[in-house]
């Protein structure tokens, strides 16, 4: 993995952030009984992705890093979901849900990818016994 100056610099994190600007955009549509429900829902989850991201990335080493990356990939999973379940309520097009959907499938390939990185990195070092610097 190149070294990075900022959890911001990775494309899945900018990926992840649009894919939340959209969601936000997406759910300001939906009825407004759902402003606690399905809206709240499918926005935390959506933020969730970015959000761990940033923590992970603000801790002490690779190894708890993958772990949140870990957990971006269960947000994914979340708002997946919550797509398909505004899709079927009527809330969201089908047309946009193909677009949300595949932007989401997107990043969690991406994740995945980088969670690999890092496994390959802490597994390398810990094969040295070498010390990682962050």
Known sequence: MDKIKSVEELDVYQKSHNLTL????????F??????????????AAS????????????????????FVGIAKG????????????????????????TLRSEAETVSKMLNGLANSLTDIVSDRSQKNVKLST
């Not at 009825?31 to 935390?44: A, C, G, M």
């Not at 603000?58 to 772990?67: M, P, V």
Request: hydrophobic share 30%; aromatic share 10%; with cysteine.
């Open 22 to 29: 959209e969601i936000y955009r997406a759910s300001k549509t």
């Open 31 to 44: 009825p407004s009984e759902e402003k606690f429900n399905l809206i709240l829902q499918i926005r935390r």
């Open 48 to 67: 969730s992705i970015c959000t761990n991201l940033m923590e992970g990335g603000h801790r002490l080493g690779k190894k708890e890093f993958r772990q």
């Open 75 to 98: 947000s994914v999973g979340e708002l997946k979901y919550q797509l398909l379940l505004a899709k079927d309520w009527g809330y969201l097009p089908q047309n946009q849900f193909d």
